[in-house]
């Protein structure tokens, strides 16, 4: 059982920066998949970035070339930096976890999730 809990979340001014971090604890973190999952009020949960074991990412159209994913094996941690925020990067972000290879951009894909940590930003 793989427990994960995010944290860094804020409010932020639009254009500005924040980074989220993920622990991951209680199971087997070497081979997992990560990623960064959002959800709006009143929209459905959707892929931000994913990263392999590896280090191979990929990303959301709408985030790319402004958020980056990384993640630390030695440390069971996986974070993502927002940077050049907008307005409708406000939403609930989400760790989330996987066995497998190969990538993966549905919710229904991932095991394990985190609580989920607050983004507002403001104009």
């Known amino acids: 059982q793989v427990q994960l809990v995010e944290s860094g979340g804020g409010l932020v001014q639009a254009g500005g920066s924040l980074s989220l971090s993920c622990a991951a604890s209680?199971?087997?973190?070497?081979?997992?998949?990560m990623a960064w999952f959002r959800q709006a009020p009143g929209k459905e949960r959707e892929y931000v970035a994913t990263?392999?074991?590896?280090?191979?990412?990929y990303y959301q159209a709408s985030v790319k070339g402004r958020f980056t994913i990384s993640r630390d094996n030695a440390r069971n941690t996986v974070s993502l930096l927002m940077n050049s925020l907008k307005l409708e990067d406000t939403a609930v972000y989400y760790c989330?976890?996987?066995?497998?290879?190969?990538?993966?951009?549905?919710?229904?894909?991932?095991?394990?999730w985190g609580q989920g940590t607050q983004v507002t930003v403001s104009s």
């Open positions: 989330a976890s996987r066995n497998g290879a190969g990538f993966r951009s549905r919710p229904g894909d991932y095991d394990y």
């Open positions: 209680g199971g087997t973190f070497s081979g997992r998949v």
């Open positions: 990263i392999s074991w590896s280090g191979v990412t």
